[in-house]
């Protein structure tokens, strides 16, 4: 079984430009949650789609925005970007979505520099 | 605001010895998870203890969880190089896992 990927892995980008990040779960989960990694917040949730429904959202500002397609690929994006976007961006899925007694299985990150 | 909170922050130790790393969280959970992460790339999960579990065992890991004490601890025994990395626990709670700042974990061969 083919694990989460995620295009671009590396992208480099310059402030108030916008990125698209796209993941593509295993196959047979519905659910797609997305993260922010910065050494200095940690991992930070940014939402979760499920059956192409957002399902839940974290604290962030409204220039993170994602969708989820019927095959469940997942993109998620950044407007206007900031320096501080830089990060590497995870995203995670599973059967059933957060909050179901199952795991999440990771992608291996879009690594976003902002210039 | 991070939900699960690892201590301690940082682990060196020699290889075939033990590593203990603890987790505590504020809010009622559903679950708590272990993650595993190399170097920069995605998360591995390691392992899941549901709320009304105390003790769960993979392999050589060991998880405890103390609800009352809002605790949870996760034991690597017989370290091996290959277990350097960054340990996370994460707390699913409110339909949403909440991370915390992760353990680094480095293995002396």
């Known amino acids: 079984k083919a694990g989460v990927t995620q295009t671009p892995r590396y992208l480099i980008k310059t402030r108030g430009q916008q990125v698209t990040l796209s993941c593509s779960p295993i196959s047979g989960h519905r659910s797609v949650s997305w993260y922010q990694q910065t050494p200095g917040q940690g991992l930070q949730f940014l939402f979760e789609?499920?059956?192409?429904?957002?399902?839940n959202k974290g604290n962030f500002p409204g220039r993170f925005s994602g969708r989820q397609f019927s095959n469940s690929r997942s993109e998620m994006n950044v407007s206007t970007l900031e320096l501080g976007d830089s990060a590497l961006y995870l995203c995670?899925?599973?059967?059933?979505?957060?909050?179901?007694?199952?795991?999440?299985?990771f992608g291996p990150g879009t690594r976003l520099t902002v210039l | 605001s991070q939900q699960g909170e690892e201590d301690p922050q940082a682990l060196s130790i020699q290889e075939g010895e033990n590593a203990t790393m603890n987790c505590s969280y504020k809010t009622s959970i559903n679950n708590l998870q272990w993650y595993r992460q190399n170097s920069g790339r995605g998360l591995v999960h390691l392992i899941l203890i549901r709320s009304n579990e105390r003790e769960k065992h993979s392999g050589r890991l060991r998880v405890t969880l103390d609800t009352s004490k809002k605790s949870s601890s996760l034991l690597i025994t017989a370290s091996r190089a290959a277990d350097t990395a960054s340990y996370f626990c994460?707390?699913?709670?409110?339909?949403?896992?909440?991370f915390g700042k992760g353990n680094q974990v480095v293995v002396i061969p």
């Open positions: 995670a899925s599973s059967r059933m979505g957060q909050g179901s007694d199952n795991e999440q299985f």
């Open positions: 789609y499920f059956s192409e429904t957002q399902r």
């Open positions: 994460a707390t699913d709670g409110n339909n949403r896992l909440a």
